[in-house]
């Protein structure tokens, strides 16, 4: 039998403590989902009295299928019952089956901060842990600063884990608290704490302030916890927590854990790591291992064609086992096999000596040349490929466009700028002449362009422009310096996909990249061109 791993998600607490992010309860709602249809063990929902958002949270929480849904809080008071404590009771009145109680472990914490005896900090943790119990609850201790405690008084800080498993905790967790730990000592620290409590009832909590958050708790589940706490892509205050969509896969892929949610659970990691980003308006990193959109991209003509033959030869996991795809890179080095591997990719049927790969491969570097990067623009790389092979319907010709910028007193003395834009486009038989105003020149394309086309493809008002980046080529040659625009898109399901244009004038890039968003769309859902 495998052993198991019990996997604990921390995103709506420690997560929501990052710089920038701020849950409403709707959003924790539909994190909690999200990590529910995954499978994770326990979802950790906030701290029940601490503010208005946890409140609602907890107070119409929602309904879970496999997660146990926890309470975070902290131990009893010094001086209190735990009976009578009124933050132990907001824990308990949540109603959530399972609770996450924070407690000292290291004495000079206990000393200073907290400025109470040591006895008693080991008094409020086994209260509060048998009053947890006695109410029908799972208990868990989260033992704050363990790995600087048990350094500085290693008897004290197993004493205050012993408080807690002798009243029934179901897992004492050690927390890395300040994220300075190593992986040497935390394997070696866990396999001494080993010795007194059982591997089964440990857990591990880790921050990546030096980057090691993963390589931590892998050294803990090395020494023996079969508990590990995370957050969805490493979210968290400072430098974030361990990511919980790198451990999943290197659990069960590399180590043969089982961690709870399966080979079907791992296959939506990649979609589940991505709708999170996109639900933190935030684009996805390109480098997250496993998931990023670059996890199995090959650039190398040696590596590509090596990868056409066997994947293995440049591939540590089946990019499938968790959602992500492979993806051949085309660039200035590219050679034949990354031309014909990017086509079987994209479903295009193609003979090894058809002469589309030699005059598409011709046609990107002339491209390439003139500053145009298809490394982040698969979209128009697909969409050139398309066209040259003639399947692309001419959804929309443009006829005309022009811009004007207007700086100015507005009616109530404000100094605005805006922009107008004019589109003229054939669409079909019928030509489309539509103006619009926007906040900024390609904002008033986009719109006009939209008001021009949505009649005739309504599907485009699925999609958004997420993400603008212009960078300007050639720089030190001032007359020729070139602008390269990339725009990435977002559809209403999650997908995305950018599109590039190169220009000596900036809004003629756009206009160039955001047609081609606009044809990827009507391509990818399979539009038919009007008559
Ligand atoms: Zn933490």
Redesign the pocket.
């Known amino acids: 039998m495998t052993d198991r791993i019990t996997l604990f998600d921390?995103t709506l607490r420690?997560g929501a403590q990052t710089l920038g992010v701020d849950f409403s309860p709707a959003d924790k709602t539909a994190i909690a989902q999200a990590l529910d249809s995954l499978g994770i063990d326990y979802i950790e929902g906030g701290w029940p009295g601490a503010n208005h958002t946890d409140d609602a949270f907890f107070g119409a929480p929602p309904a879970l299928g496999r997660s146990t849904l926890t309470a975070f809080g902290m131990t009893r008071r010094p001086g209190r019952s735990a009976a009578n404590d009124p933050g132990l009771s907001a824990l308990l009145n949540s109603g959530a089956p399972a609770i996450c109680m924070v407690g000292k472990t290291w004495d000079f914490h206990v000393d200073v901060a907290l400025g109470i005896e040591r006895s008693e900090n080991l008094a409020m943790i086994g209260d509060s842990v048998a009053e947890v119990v006695a109410r029908g609850r799972e208990a868990l201790f989260?033992a704050e600063h363990f790995f600087d405690g048990y350094k500085a008084n290693a008897d004290y800080a197993l004493a205050c884990l012993t408080a807690a498993l002798e009243q029934g905790a179901r897992w004492v967790v050690l927390?890395d608290?300040n994220g300075g730990a190593l992986p040497h000592e935390v394997e070696a620290i866990v396999a001494t704490v080993a010795e007194t409590v059982p591997a089964d009832r440990l857990g591990i909590?880790c921050?990546n302030d030096t980057g090691n958050a993963v390589a931590n708790s892998l050294a803990a589940v090395r020494a023996g916890v079969r508990h590990v706490?995370g957050t969805l892509n490493g979210l968290?205050?400072r430098c974030g927590?361990a990511d919980l969509v790198t451990l999943l896969p290197t659990l069960a892929l590399k180590m043969g854990f089982d961690v709870g949610i399966g080979p079907d659970g791992l296959k939506r990691l990649t979609q589940v790591s991505r709708w999170f980003d996109e639900h933190l308006n935030r684009a996805p990193d390109r480098h997250a291992p496993y998931v990023g959109e670059s996890a199995f991209a090959h650039k190398g003509g040696l590596h590509v064609s090596a990868v056409a033959k066997d994947a293995r030869s440049y591939e540590h996991v089946d990019p499938d086992a968790v959602g992500n795809r492979r993806k051949i890179l085309v660039s200035d080095q590219a050679g034949r096999s990354n031309i014909l591997s990017r086509f079987a990719d994209l479903g295009i049927a193609v003979a090894a000596d058809d002469r589309h790969v030699d005059r598409l491969l011709e046609e990107v570097k002339r491209r390439e040349a003139e500053g145009y990067a298809y490394d982040g623009a698969e979209a128009s790389l697909e969409m050139l490929a398309r066209r040259m092979l003639g399947q692309v319907p001419d959804y929309f010709r443009l006829e005309r466009f022009s811009v004007t910028d207007e700086r100015r007193y507005n009616a109530r003395g404000v100094l605005v700028t805006e922009s107008e834009a004019t589109v003229k486009v054939r669409v079909g038989n019928r030509l489309e002449h539509t103006v619009a105003e926007g906040n900024g020149p390609v904002n008033a394309i986009d719109i006009a362009l939209r008001k021009a086309l949505e009649p005739h493809f309504p599907t485009l008002a699925e999609m958004r422009l997420v993400d603008f980046r212009v960078r300007i080529l050639h720089a030190s040659e001032a007359s020729g310096a070139m602008p390269r625009v990339q725009i990435e898109s977002a559809n209403g399901d999650g997908a995305r996909w950018s599109t590039i244009g190169v220009s000596t004038n900036i809004i003629d890039a756009s206009f160039d990249a955001l047609g081609d968003s606009f044809a990827y769309k009507l391509y990818r859902d399979g539009v038919v061109a009007p008559e």
């Open positions: 921390t420690d989260d927390c608290t909590h921050h706490q968290g205050e927590n």
